[in-house]
């Protein structure tokens, strides 16, 4: 598996982009970035992946670096109920099938 | 299009008995993978089926098994529940076996 790493903890304003980063140093070239997450016991919301290119959908935007080791989630414009564990994966394949490996994540949280 | 549906939402049980926790896919979704999340390990994955066939395990006792259908829906049972399988059981389809996964509200499994 390709280990991840992100800030334990951020804060972010109301209506300010959030940009939370992640460490894929171990990424092999054929392993996507995912990105989730999980509002308070509920189940992990799928937010966004990339491999090599940047993406933006309806929710968020995701920068890749060139080198591929590093990432950024972006929320464009925070609001209250953006506040969340996101979690930065890079799932495993085996015999074919993925699995994701959820860390610690980063515990996001915005403010009025 | 109806999301992944988990049932029960919520469950008690005693210490020795079983349980099964039951799965549907979003329609048209062939793969669904289990999870166990607990405060002290955190998301853990279980065992992933694709095509009615095991395709992935976890790092679980042999009390964890489950299966798929032929209309994809997924059951997991645990048998001889002990007091550390108190924790949120969630599940998750896939389009396919390398495809983004999508959560169910997952069940939560209080074991007494």
């Known amino acids: 598996d390709a280990k991840t790493t992100q800030p334990t903890s951020m804060d972010c304003a109301e209506g300010r982009a959030a940009n939370l980063p992640c460490n894929h140093s171990?990424?092999?070239?054929?392993?996507?970035v995912y990105w989730y997450r999980q509002i308070h016991s509920q189940g992990p919301q799928y937010i966004i992946h990339?491999?090599?290119n940047n993406e933006t959908n309806e929710m968020a935007s995701l920068i890749i670096t060139e080198d591929r080791k590093s990432s950024t989630l972006i929320l464009p414009h925070a609001t209250l109920r953006d506040t969340a564990v996101y979690y930065c994966i890079a799932p495993s394949q085996y015999q074919g099938a993925q699995k994701l490996v959820f860390g610690q994540g980063t515990r996001l949280t915005i403010n009025p | 299009k109806a999301g992944v549906t988990q049932t029960p939402r919520y469950l008690i049980k005693t210490r020795g008995q079983q349980v099964t926790l039951s799965c549907s896919p979003i329609?048209?979704?062939?793969?669904v993978s289990w999870y166990q999340q607990t405060p002290g390990q955190g998301l853990q994955f279980l065992f992933e089926?694709?095509?009615?066939?095991?395709?992935n395990k976890g790092n679980f006792p042999g009390r964890f098994s489950g299966r798929q259908f032929s209309n994809s829906r997924s059951e997991m049972n645990v048998s001889t529940l002990e007091l550390g399988d108190s924790a949120l059981y969630l599940c998750?389809?896939?389009?396919?076996?390398?495809?983004?996964?999508?959560f169910g509200p997952g069940t939560r499994l209080l074991v007494l």
């Open positions: 089926y694709f095509s009615e066939t095991q395709r």
């Open positions: 329609s048209g979704h062939r793969s």
């Open positions: 171990t990424i092999s070239g054929n392993e996507y």
């Open positions: 990339g491999l090599k």
């Open positions: 998750a389809s896939s389009l396919g076996y390398q495809e983004t996964q999508y």
